[in-house]
């Protein structure tokens, strides 16, 4: 088939996409676009899985195995700025993740593998909405993913920027982080600035906190464990001279172990309960769990890595990166099937992720196409 027509097809999807962002679970124009190309492409179509997912599903021979290929469709809420010619023109939504080239690369693989075959079994190719805030793909998985569209394992990927344009990273073992968010709400008793002994404030019960807080890290989980804990916001109902009488502490915590997790947790409610008891306060902690921990699959890395070959150089390929304290909803499809998840350059001079200037990479749309084609036909070799 003619691959440069392709490319410039899946730029052209790309800039749609960019231009008509949606945010997690609003992503019905988007699903509509996927589902319209894949049923252009001769896919097995279904809407609708798991609120705006989409699964395309392309069979070809007589193998009985399955590998699903993921892309994320939707958008965060952030004004975009710049003057690109395809900007968001949904005001306060943009593309800044570029899961717009993700979803642009799914179908351009999708496209060439139904018009060239070269595997022999299924593939289910799933568009999976509300990525970013770690709830597309449970509810794909709660509306019976894995017995309507039934798979043996997973691949998916993500741009990267800093890394080269054409490079390809990835690595056995834990990858990506867990993220779990926390609240505490320290509640004692406001009153007057210029009488404290009359008053049960949580102000200074709650920078203490804060500091106590530090030792999670520092002193309580064992230093061979990589471990944050990140204070994020400090809210209280005090003003210039009333000193408060609730405060909250907020924050995010990052680790690659249930158990690392679970330590932290645990050490958040002692802590909590020891300032509270020394300040004279009532206290509350809520922990939650938002993204579980990414690992990849040791022997499916390995096959991620052979199909890489097909498509980038050999000094091209990262097989040990180091791992990173973000968060991939992907994550949750490992509690299921084996899988890899891989990281493919977006260029040295592009925009951070989550950034207004943002913009996913074209000259990168070939890599990830090429590279969903290489594992679909490493995998269910015909
Ligand atoms: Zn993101
Ligand atoms: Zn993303």
Redesign the pocket.
């Known amino acids: 088939m003619d691959l440069t027509a392709l490319h410039e097809e899946m730029r052209s999807w790309r800039h749609h996409l960019h231009a008509n962002p949606e945010f997690g679970f609003e992503e019905k124009g988007t699903a509509a676009f996927v589902a319209a190309r894949l049923r252009e492409f001769g896919l097995e179509v279904a809407e609708g899985v798991g609120g705006t997912g989409v699964v395309g599903t392309l069979k070809r021979g007589t193998g009985n195995r399955a590998i699903a290929l993921r892309a994320d469709m939707d958008a ?1 809420r952030i004004p975009e700025q710049g003057e690109l010619p395809y900007r968001s023109r949904n005001p306060g939504v943009m593309h ?2 570029g899961h717009d080239g993700h979803t642009a690369m799914l179908l351009g693989a999708a496209k060439l593998l139904a018009e060239e075959g070269g595997f022999d079994g299924t593939v289910r190719f799933l568009f999976q909405p509300a ?2 805030w770690g709830r597309g793909a449970l509810a794909m998985l709660d509306d019976g993913l894995m017995s309507r569209f039934p798979f043996d394992e997973i691949y998916g990927l993500h741009n990267m920027p800093g890394v080269p344009l054409g490079h390809f990273e990835t690595a056995p073992g834990p990858f990506m982080s867990a993220e779990d968010n926390f609240e505490i709400v320290l509640k004692g008793l406001g009153g007057h600035a210029a009488r404290p002994q009359a008053t049960r404030e949580t102000l200074v019960a709650a920078c203490a906190l804060v500091m106590d807080l530090q030792t999670i890290v520092a002193r309580r989980i064992a230093p061979t464990d990589i471990a944050v804990v990140s204070v994020t916001e400090l809210l209280t109902d005090g003003t210039r001279n009333a000193l408060p009488g609730t405060a909250r502490v907020l924050g995010d915590c990052r680790s690659f172990k249930a158990e690392v997790s679970a330590e932290i947790e645990q050490q958040m409610r002692l802590i909590a309960e020891g300032v509270a008891l020394t300040y004279r306060c009532a206290v509350e902690v809520t922990y939650t769990r938002e993204f579980v921990p990414l690992v990849n699959d040791a022997e499916l890395t390995r096959h991620a890595l052979a199909a890489a070959a097909k498509v980038f150089p050999v000094e091209a390929i990262r097989a040990a990166r180091e791992p990173v304290t973000a968060s991939e909803d992907f994550a949750r499809f490992l509690d299921h099937v084996p899988g890899c998840f891989v990281y493919i350059g977006n260029g040295e001079g592009s925009m951070p ?2 950034n207004p200037h943002f913009d996913f990479n074209d000259a990168a749309l070939p890599h990830g196409m090429g590279f969903h084609a290489a594992i679909v036909r490493e995998r269910l070799a015909d």
């Open positions: 965060l800044a993740c990525e970013e992720l989550h």
